[in-house]
């Protein structure tokens, strides 16, 4: 079993920074990692992943604007949104794939005004 915590969310005005973490209670070398979102009264979306290889993908809505990262001695990866929109808007999910079982985090909020 895998625990995540996802921390840096926040509030910050349209055009703005952060960056997200997720950290795991155990190694997640060779394991693909992903950051997912729900925004209040939407089915939970896709917006990034990377794999062992340091292979990433994006969804067309953040693409550009977000960049994700991992460090596998850390047992951390990082999403870094940029140029924030009102519609970023939503509880950020990081999820680890492993062999067995996907594992979710709890979540942090990231709200960006307008």
């Known amino acids: 079993q895998v625990q995540l915590v996802e921390s840096g969310g926040g509030l910050v005005q349209a055009g703005g920074s952060l960056r997200l973490s997720c950290a795991a209670s155990?190694?997640?070398?060779?394991?693909?990692m992903g950051w997912y979102r729900q925004a209040p009264g939407k089915q939970r979306e896709f917006v990034a992943t990377?794999?062992?290889?340091?292979?990433?993908g994006y969804a067309d809505s953040v693409k550009g604007r977000f960049t994700i990262s991992r460090d596998d001695a850390k047992n951390t990866v990082w999403l870094h949104l940029n140029s924030l929109k009102p519609e970023d808007t939503a509880v950020y999910y990081c999820?680890?794939?492993?062999?067995?079982?996907?594992?979710w985090g709890q979540g942090t909020q990231v709200t960006v005004s307008s």
């Open positions: 990377i794999n062992r290889y340091g292979s990433t």
């Open positions: 155990r190694s997640i070398f060779s394991f693909n």
């Open positions: 999820k680890i794939t492993t062999t067995l079982d996907e594992y």
